[in-house]
């Protein structure tokens, strides 16, 4: 069983920077890739950005590529989301994820999940 805590969430200011964290324990954290959601209120939780096991190989949502960034220390157990250039539209719950090996853009293929934290941008 794995246990994934969020956190670096809070309220700031359209344009600013962010970085999330989430934290692993209770599995071998180099055999999962990793991935993180957000959900704003009234909608599904919606794909963000995954990262393979060794962090090689990266995948990113449209609307967050080329802003945000998805990383890992698997000697740290913690994988990282660098956010910039936040935007309103950005605000809702982020999530973190894990499942074995391969990454996805389907929430439903992660047998993981943190509790999350909340991004709240203002205009």
């Known amino acids: 069983q794995v246990q994934l805590i969020e956190s670096g969430g809070g309220l700031v200011q359209a344009g600013v920077s962010l970085r999330l964290s989430c934290t692993a324990s209770?599995?071998?954290?180099?055999?999962?890739?990793m991935g993180w959601f957000r959900q704003a209120p009234g909608k599904e939780r919606a794909f963000v950005a995954a990262i393979s096991p060794s962090g090689g190989n990266t995948h990113y949502a449209d609307s967050v590529k080329g802003r945000f960034t998805i990383s890992r220390e698997n000697a740290k157990t913690t994988v990282y989301l660098q956010m910039t250039s936040l935007t309103p539209e950005d605000t809702g719950v982020y999530f973190c994820a894990a499942r074995r090996w391969l990454l996805s853009v389907a929430p439903d293929r992660y047998d993981f999940w943190g509790q999350g934290t909340q991004v709240i941008v203002s205009s």
């Open positions: 209770g599995g071998a954290f180099n055999t999962y890739a």
